[in-house]
Nanobody
């Protein structure tokens, strides 16, 4: 399986939290930067956060700064996205993907997975 597998989504009330996981079984995630993206109904996919291969560098979209935290555990071959203070506008399918880096000009590697649905609603 060459795609990453996302999990951890669900239905949560506004102000709640979820932790998404991004895992791979075929290759070593530690060689890559990992980006989280999301796509809401009727909207284009947008970048949410990215973490460098060693975990030393991270970046976030302005819309999630201060609320989301990206991290990785290379020993577990997993990248996480901790989402706090969730808002209805965070509702989307969330995807992760390998990248050559997190800066401008970085390229995505491989194909999109199935994603995990996050719904924020009361």
């Amino acid at each position: 399986q060459l795609q990453l597998v996302e999990s951890g989504g669900g239905l949560v009330q506004p102000g709640g939290s979820l932790r998404l996981s991004c895992a791979a079984s075929v290759f070593t995630l530690g060689y890559y930067a990992i980006g989280w993206f999301r796509q809401a109904p009727g909207k284009e996919r947008e970048g949410v956060s990215c973490i460098g291969s060693s975990g030393g560098s991270t970046n976030y979209a302005d819309s999630v700064k201060g609320r989301f935290t990206i991290s990785r555990d290379n020993a577990k071959n997993t990248v996480y996205l901790q989402m706090n203070s969730l808002k209805p506008e965070d509702t989307a399918v969330y995807y992760c993907i390998r990248q050559t880096g997190c800066g401008a000009g970085s390229l995505r590697v491989g194909s999109w997975g199935q994603g995990t649905q996050v719904t924020v609603s009361s």
